[in-house]
């Protein structure tokens, strides 16, 4: 995760990286867009997917203000991935030509990204070993614990509540669950105390427990 008014500012010397808004449940960013830009989500949330042939998709990431859309995209096109706004999104895309002259200029910058492609990496990892391995209560568990993580990285964590404008929908292309699936582990979950959903919020009531469910570490 970088900055975008920070990090990011160095990279505002394209025309381009003027700054877009798209409305929720709007394409962000299609599969042949990639060519010479790369795209950084300034506010808002959104999904990054791989549409499959029959209109099922796999969500691969849900972005939040400040991510980079994939760091592979920093070094050259990437293809067959969109990109949908959960909310309403500002972003900005560059010239990976510009970005790739200001990595080679600027060490502590290509440390980040070399961090953010690690982080990639294990994100990835963990994600088939989700998919391939994990019951239905421990992938939703862990998505609840990853993304509470993330945000609380970015100072977006009121105690243990987060903002939650994910539908149903959206967590079972992250999981590869039916949505009727996603529902009634939600609604077991919210039963057992474990967390609260309201007003397009969520906050973990018994962290330790969840923690149990996602075995998370």
């Given at each position: 995760?970088?900055?975008p ?45 791989i ?22 995209s ?74 509470a ?64 469910v996602?075995?998370?570490?």
């Amino acid at each position: 995760m970088l900055t975008p008014n920070a990090d990011w500012h160095a990279w505002t010397l394209s025309p381009e990286s003027s700054s877009k808004t798209i409305p929720a449940r709007r394409t962000v960013w299609h599969p042949k867009d990639w060519t010479e830009f790369v795209p950084v989500i300034c506010s808002g949330w959104a999904a990054a997917s791989i549409v499959l042939s029959n209109g099922h998709r796999q969500i691969l990431s849900f972005l939040l203000p400040g991510d980079l859309v994939s760091t592979a995209s920093l070094f050259g096109p990437i293809s067959g991935r969109s990109v949908e706004a959960i909310t309403e999104v500002q972003y900005r895309k560059f010239r990976r030509d510009d970005i790739k002259v200001l990595l080679r200029k600027n060490q502590d910058m290509l440390d980040q990204v070399s961090k953010l492609m690690i982080d990639e990496r294990e994100q990835a990892d963990h994600l088939a070993v989700d998919l391939g391995r994990r019951m239905a209560d421990e992938r939703i568990a862990r998505q609840i614990l990853y993304l509470a993580k993330r945000l609380a990285k970015r100072g977006m964590m009121n105690g243990q509540t987060m903002a939650f404008p994910l539908r149903h929908r959206h967590i079972a292309d992250a999981t590869g669950l039916t949505i009727h699936h996603v529902s009634k582990v939600l609604a077991a979950f919210q039963r057992a105390g474990l967390i609260s959903i309201a007003n397009r919020s969520l906050t973990i009531t018994n962290v330790t427990e969840l923690h149990k469910v996602g075995v998370w570490p």
